[in-house]
Structure formats: C-alpha cells, structure tokens
C-alpha cells in the first residue's frame, strides 16, 4: 500500500505488481488489526496519474476475475 504513495513510478509498478499476491487474503486483518482491502488499492492502483500503472492494475483484475474485480473494471470503462 505504501508504494502508491512513492513519486517513483517504478515503485508504483512493483507495488501494484504485488497486488496480485494479496487477493487470497482480502478482507482479512493483519496482526495490527488493519483490515487488508485489495480491491481499494486496485481502485487506486486505476487511478493513478501514470497510464502504465493504470494498465496492470487492469490486467491483473482481468486475470483475478473476481466479482470485485469485474465491478472495479466495469467502472473503468
């Protein structure tokens, strides 16, 4: 999540890279009691100022292929 704060567009990437990873474990808490919502770092990811980012935000939704996902797309489009 604290890639998408960065200025560097290659962190940026890498994190929304990561995405990917953590769909499994959506909507559970970490240790801290945070509760992990991929979907709105996704949505960020869609919305980020840079056009490569936005683009694998989208592939990784189109292969997670959840209802999330597809609701996240749909609204992209």
Do not use: M
């Not at 962190?11 to 769909?23: E, M, P």
């Not at 490569?52 to 959840?66: F, I, N, P, S, Y």
């Amino acid at each position: 999540a604290r890639c998408f704060d960065e200025r560097n567009l290659i962190v940026r990437i890498i994190g929304c890279k990561q995405l990917i990873f953590f769909v499994p474990f959506h909507g559970t808490r970490t240790r801290d009691g945070q509760r992990i919502d991929v979907y709105a770092l996704f949505d960020r990811a869609l919305h980020d100022p840079d056009r490569e980012v936005q683009r694998v935000a989208r592939l990784q939704l189109r292969e997670v292929g959840t209802e999330e996902a597809r609701r996240l797309l749909a609204a992209w489009a």
